[in-house]
């Protein structure tokens, strides 16, 4: 039982290109999450997303940067004309669900994706 | 206030000793609470979930405080392995999703 996949899992970009990162959550989970973490930082809440539909998005910055999660395929997440401070870790995490509690309240985090902008 | 707010540390302990975190959280609808471990450059793994009674596994005691909207990670005769950073994470159920949130992390460095 294969758990949470991400790919790239090191990706290097040079400013102005674009950046996109996959997630294939755990088999039976539907709920994905992406988060960011800075060198030295904590995690960042970036998106929550159900299959077809953005659940919550009040972590993501405003411009260049999208998350889908289409019925079939991986989770995406979407950085377009990167910057240096876009330079972090990103991690997926999937969940089984929202019932019942507290069952579901596990996340299962893939290894992350490592972005470096040049 | 931060949704979920702890001390970052870094805490320094010799090997064997006890050592304790806090974590306070704002939300007091909040409904289900873990601690997760997080080593340097991997991802986080969950270590143990929080229970109203407190739960312990192993060296490790978890307790929950809901009046004061506080939870703790108790750790005993403290090992070198144990040298991560550690994080609240905080869950609440709103409109039938849950809204997951982490705390910053406590930094924990066991010394021989």
């Known amino acids: 039982n294969a758990g949470v996949m991400q790919n790239p899992r090191h990706l290097v970009r040079r400013r102005g290109q674009e950046a996109r990162l996959r997630c294939s959550p755990m088999k039976g989970h539907s709920h994905v999450y992406w988060y960011r973490q800075l060198p030295e930082e904590g995690l960042k809440f970036m998106v929550y997303l159900q299959k077809e539909n953005i659940i919550d998005e009040s972590g993501m910055p405003k411009e260049r940067f999208s998350a889908e999660f289409p019925k079939e395929g991986p989770s995406i997440l979407r950085i377009q004309q990167v910057v240096r401070g876009d330079s972090a870790a990103y991690f997926c995490a999937s969940s089984k669900g929202t019932a019942p509690f507290p069952n579901t309240g596990e996340l299962f985090f893939g290894e992350g994706s490592r972005l470096t902008v040049l | 206030r931060k949704e979920v707010e702890q001390d970052p540390g870094p805490f320094n302990v010799p090997e064997g000793a006890t050592v304790a975190f806090n974590c306070t959280y704002s939300?007091?609808?909040?409904?289900?609470f873990f601690w997760y471990r997080q080593d340097c450059r991997k991802e986080p793994k969950l270590l143990m979930s929080v229970y109203s009674s407190g739960n312990e596994d192993g060296r490790f005691t978890a307790q929950l405080n809901r009046a004061s909207q506080y939870i703790s990670l108790l750790i005993r005769d403290s090992k070198l392995s144990d040298s991560a950073t550690y994080l609240c994470v905080v869950n609440v159920l709103s409109g039938g999703y849950q809204k997951v949130t982490f705390g910053i992390g406590t930094k924990l460095q066991v010394i021989p």
């Open positions: 939300n007091s609808a909040s409904q289900s």
